[in-house]
């Protein structure tokens, strides 16, 4: 009994200083992004979006690195407005698992700032989402974020001829739902 408490003291303070090391990375990184050096922005960035995109996680678990960030996302947010635009080619950069987030706090935020001023802010994010999701076979992901935020009428001109086939089995879907809830 002593001996699994033991063993499981030591994963618990292995895990605890893993944790701890990595937060120390992303506040070191979080120093380069936001520093006055822009030479250090971008190596600083590669290795934040490596980091986010390498954490294992659970399905349903926000991964460790965007968690650990969450104190910083005010400052980064003000370093990101304050950059020279362009910085971010693709928002796919990022990984699906950010894709994911940034669709599921859009939806939570839909609601709250959808006027004029939430559409200049959020639907060009939406539209990179879209665009992204139809790009790499995730039309599902794009429509289910489009009804969820009811806007499902900007899928159109995110189906390409080339994927017809594959965009046709999409549309029937949402068809039958459409169906289902009528």
Known sequence: MAASNV????AMKEEFEEDKDLQNELKLLVDKITGSDPKLIPPALEM???????????MTSVPKPLKY??????VLKLTHKNMSKGTMKNIGDWGHEY????ESEI???????HCEVG????????????RFNCNHHA????????MEIDQLNLLPQYIAEN????????????????????
């Open 69 to 74: 960030l969450a104190p910083y996302y005010n």
């Open 139 to 146: 039309e599902i992901q794009a429509c289910d974020l489009l």
């Open 163 to 182: 994927t017809y086939s594959r965009q046709e089995w999409t549309i029937n879907k949402l068809l039958d739902t459409k169906r289902k809830c009528v």
């Open 107 to 113: 939806v939570q935020q839909w609601g709250l700032v």
């Open 99 to 102: 894709i994911r987030q940034l």
């Open 7 to 10: 063993s499981r003291n030591l």
């Open 48 to 58: 934040l979006k490596y980091l986010i995109r390498t954490s294992t996680t659970s």
């Open 119 to 130: 559409d200049k802010i959020l639907l060009p994010l939406i539209n990179d989402i879209i």
